[in-house]
């Protein structure tokens, strides 16, 4: 805190008995004086408005003014005396005590000086903006924003405030919401003083977002700690929807490292429902919000555009690192942001330290693993990566809450800032709206629960009482099974784990699971990223239909491309966008590691049960040895369908600057073949070569390992794909349940094949490594891969970690002579 004499707008007083202060005039240095929100915001206006981040304008009263109040009212006493029994387990007694300490508050007169500096304040923002201007009222506790407790959400924000009457009175609303039961309850959990926190008040010009959106910034990922990623939350109207969860909003990520350089990485742009926004009420019946449904239109567009996105995403990044240079350490930030629909400009109203992830320790892995399942009952966005189970308890109403007993799962349509008290008794909370910006979703985290939110209908599908799972270990999608799932929790020292020679890679089908694997997994790399898992699952339609969709019969499937594709003017760039968002994801995920994606594999059968694919299929008796891999590329019958593949793969290159991406041509029967597809991936802009492009081929026919050399003079490395070898070697149809019991990589016919590849591809000098689960399900395989000199084994996450070790000790005890 600044202990000097100054001079400030309403006169000279000293800086720490200053009864009101301009936000210019206050920064990080002062939160002792005017609370962690008004100092932050008066440290965004005097460091970062000059690097062009906007920041409506206003002043603070300041936490003196607060205690002026209480000294001057004599309310003290009176408050010490009600929380002489406060008991925040019994929710009756919270409540009781909450409220007459708000009554107390809110009776008081607030001193003669101080209502007549508040009154100039507001009088000169009305002199800059126009008469009677609307304005935030935002309560800012002294113990707010602190890098280690999120008291954010606490205490009251008053929006739309008019007039100087209606100013006043929000202000000593503000002063009553520092004893709110969550408020309450929060400082004893946390060990605060009640009287050893005051609180000041921010008057803050209006952004007219109501006029068109609003929402949250992370510039970390909130559920991994994956520190290269901003996430970015948007609704229509008035930010309290988002905040609150009261909306699903749209999500849109982008890649910190490359935005850096001057690309455009927006990984990801996800529409949220949208289906209400809070604007103003024009003087309806004395309300000055209100909340209404939102168009067709409204909800099926996105908030911001790529340009919006951007800028948004360069102020987190300004802001992130401003914070981590005053503060000496990376202190990854929690940020609001609105739309101004007049001016249509950005602002920032409000950036705070992220206060979850950045306290989680690095050291120790857990991990959760489901080994059992259960019906479905519904899913939605996952928090968290752990297991809740219990009692479901459907709490539609506040007056609900009190019948909550700890241990149960808490399922409701949302969450409220006043509910903290009863949500940390929770073993999982499921609730209808919101998303991972969302009131529930914080807590959450910081509780260290899981929960599920943005379900859509999870009271109505969940019983009450019933015995269920709340599932947030299996990805980016979070599901609640009926009844007690069983389940494995696990726990490795990451700074035991040994980095051996032969690297380590993991196999990555899910973008959605890419940042916490990422984080979560010591790992040299991807090394099998499968572009059909992304087509199958995020696209979920064949190319060709939507190149030819006017050609497709009339009829449900039609209908349902149709919808899919509605917000684009040309359909197939639908499977482009899709498919640059799921490779970017996880190529950003591993950044700059290698990330080795391969082209896509489909079989015939399963192209045919992508919407739309029947029509451009043929029917094959054995679709494992037909039409498959690399013999379509250049095929008339799917040439253009290939050239939209090419063309997600350059975006997420050249556009996005993520150069760490490998390509991987799969079946690729003869050396002919291979050099046609070089070709077909140069005549698209994909040279081998260019801007760092490696392009590397499967081994997983015997003619792979045969004319080896052949292969090496036209691809920069190999992995071997022991699945298809192992079929090819023995004669094995793999699908075959006839023949399952043959199949077995270690058989002597198979590891001469895998040893005759890696000693001539290691003669020619190119690299070579396997994707595959034998290495970690046998560790005599492991060892003899690794004493043939293989480079690196691309395994399923779950066994990366044990064959790791397995790995690391075999090279000690080959150095050793052991």
């Known amino acids: 805190m600044v202990q000097t004499k100054r001079q400030n707008a309403f006169g000279p007083l000293p800086r720490e008995r200053a009864l009101v202060l301009w936000l210019d005039e206050v920064g990080l240095g002062d939160i002792e004086v005017v609370g962690g929100k008004n100092a932050s915001l008066g440290e965004l206006i005097r460091q970062l408005t000059p690097k062009g981040i906007r920041v409506p304008e206003g002043f603070a009263i300041t936490a003196f003014a607060y205690q002026n109040f209480i000294h001057f009212n004599r309310l003290e006493a009176k408050l010490r005396a009600l929380f002489a029994d406060l008991d925040i387990e019994d929710l009756a007694n919270l409540h009781e005590r909450g409220e007459k300490a708000r009554a107390l508050i809110q009776a008081g007169a607030l001193p003669i000086d101080?209502?007549?500096?508040?009154?100039?304040?507001?009088?000169?923002?009305?002199?800059?903006?126009?008469?009677?201007?609307?304005?935030?009222?935002?309560?800012?506790a002294t113990a707010e924003d602190l890098p280690d407790a999120s008291f954010a959400g606490q205490q009251e924000s008053y929006l739309n405030i008019q007039g100087e009457e209606a100013v006043i009175a929000a202000v000593r609303r503000c002063y009553a919401s520092l004893f709110t039961d969550r408020a309450i309850s929060y400082r004893q959990l946390k060990g605060f003083d009640h009287f050893a926190v005051s609180l000041s008040v921010c008057v803050q010009k209006m952004v007219r977002s109501d006029l068109a959106g609003s929402g949250v910034i992370f510039s970390i990922d909130p559920e991994s700690g994956f520190e290269n990623a901003v996430l970015i939350s948007a609704g229509w109207g008035l930010g309290e929807m988002v905040v609150q969860g009261a909306i699903n909003p749209d999500e849109y990520i982008v890649f910190k490292p490359t935005l850096d350089q001057g690309f455009q990485p927006i990984l990801v742009k996800r529409p949220g429902s949208k289906e209400r926004k809070l604007v103003y009420a024009d003087g309806d019946e004395g309300s000055v919000l209100l909340t209404v449904p939102t168009t067709a239109t409204e909800q099926s567009a996105l908030v911001l555009d790529d340009e919006e996105i951007v800028q948004l995403a360069r102020w987190a990044m300004l802001i992130e690192q401003h914070?981590?240079?005053?503060?000496?350490?990376?202190?990854?930030?929690?940020?609001?942001?609105?739309?101004?629909?007049?001016?249509?400009?950005l602002f920032i109203v409000q950036?705070?330290?992220?206060?979850?992830?950045?306290?989680?320790s690095s050291?120790?892995?857990?991990?959760?693993?489901?080994?059992?399942?259960?019906p479905l009952l519904v899913s939605g966005r996952g928090v968290g990566e752990a297991v809740g189970r219990g009692k479901a308890r459907i709490v539609l109403t506040p007056d609900q809450l009190e019948s909550f007993e700890t241990g149960e799962v808490l399922v409701t349509d949302r969450t409220d800032p006043d509910w903290e008290p009863v949500m940390k008794k929770a073993s999982a909370i499921v609730t209808n709206q919101g998303g991972r910006t969302c009131h529930a979703a914080i807590i959450a985290r910081e509780l260290g629960i899981p929960a599920i939110v943005g379900t859509g209908d999870a009271t109505s599908r969940?019983?009450?009482?019933?015995?269920?799972?709340?599932a947030c270990c299996e990805g980016d999608e979070g599901h609640v099974y009926a009844g007690l799932v069983p389940f494995e929790r696990s726990e490795v020292a990451l700074q035991t784990l040994p980095r051996p020679r032969t690297r380590i890679?993991?196999?990555?089908?899910?973008?959605?699971?890419?940042?916490?694997?990422?984080?979560?997994?010591?790992?040299?790399?991807?090394?099998?990223?499968?572009?059909?898992?992304?087509?199958a699952n995020q696209i979920q339609v064949h190319p060709l239909a939507l190149l030819h969709f006017d050609e497709l019969p009339e009829g449900e499937e039609k209908a349902q491309l149709a919808a899919l594709t509605a917000s684009y003017?040309?359909?197939?760039?639908?499977?482009?966008?899709?498919?640059?968002?799921?490779?970017?994801?996880?190529?950003?995920?591993?950044?700059?590691?290698?990330?080795?994606?391969?082209?896509?594999?489909?079989?015939?059968?399963?192209?045919?049960?992508?919407?739309?694919?029947?029509?451009?299929?043929?029917?094959?008796?054995?679709?494992?040895?037909?039409?498959?891999?690399?013999?379509?590329y250049g095929d008339a019958r799917f040439r253009a369908a290939f050239a939209l593949e090419c063309r997600a793969l350059k975006r997420v290159r050249d556009e996005m600057g993520l150069t760490n991406v490998v390509l991987m041509v799969p079946f690729c029967r003869?050396?002919?073949e291979g050099r046609s597809v070089i070709a077909q991936l140069a005549s698209h802009g994909l040279v081998r070569g260019e801007n760092g492009l490696e392009v590397y081929v499967m081994c997983e026919l015997p003619s792979n390992v045969i004319l080896a050399e052949q292969f090496a003079q036209i691809f920069d490395g190999f992995s071997i794909g022991s699945n298809d070898l192992t079929q090819l070697t023995l004669g094995l149809d793999r699908d075959s349940a006839a023949v399952a019991a043959l199949f077995d990589e270690r058989h002597p016919a198979v590891k001469a094949m895998i040893a005759l590849a890696i000693t001539t591809v290691k003669k020619t000098g190119r690299k070579i490594g396997i994707c595959g689960q034998a290495p970690s399900d046998y560790p005599e395989f492991a060892r003899w891969l690794v004493e043939l000199g293989i480079d690196s084994m691309s395994l399923n996450p779950d066994a990366a970690v044990r064959t790791r070790l397995v790995v690391a000790a075999i090279e000690a005890e080959m150095t050793t002579g052991a």
């Open 505 to 535: 890679l993991l196999n990555v089908g899910n973008p959605s699971e890419a940042f916490r694997l990422a984080t979560a997994f010591p790992n040299d790399g991807v090394g099998l990223a499968r572009l059909e898992f992304i087509i």
């Open 569 to 632: 003017p040309h359909r197939y760039d639908y499977f482009v966008d899709r498919l640059t968002q799921g490779v970017a994801t996880i190529a950003a995920a591993f950044y700059p590691k290698p990330v080795i994606v391969r082209l896509s594999d489909f079989k015939s059968n399963e192209y045919a049960d992508l919407l739309g694919g029947r029509s451009f299929e043929p029917v094959e008796e054995n679709p494992m040895l037909g039409w498959r891999g690399a013999a379509r």
């Open 363 to 374: 050291q120790t892995l857990i991990t959760y693993r489901l080994t059992g399942r259960g």
């Open 351 to 360: 950036a705070r330290p992220e206060t979850v992830q950045s306290q989680k």
């Open 670 to 672: 003869t050396p002919e």
């Open 114 to 140: 101080l209502e007549a500096q508040i009154r100039a304040g507001y009088r000169r923002l009305c002199e800059q903006y126009g008469v009677d201007t609307d304005v935030a009222v935002r309560s800012s």
């Open 462 to 470: 969940i019983d009450e009482g019933q015995q269920i799972t709340v």
């Open 323 to 345: 914070y981590g240079r005053v503060r000496g350490v990376p202190t990854p930030m929690d940020i609001e942001w609105a739309k101004d629909g007049n001016s249509g400009e």
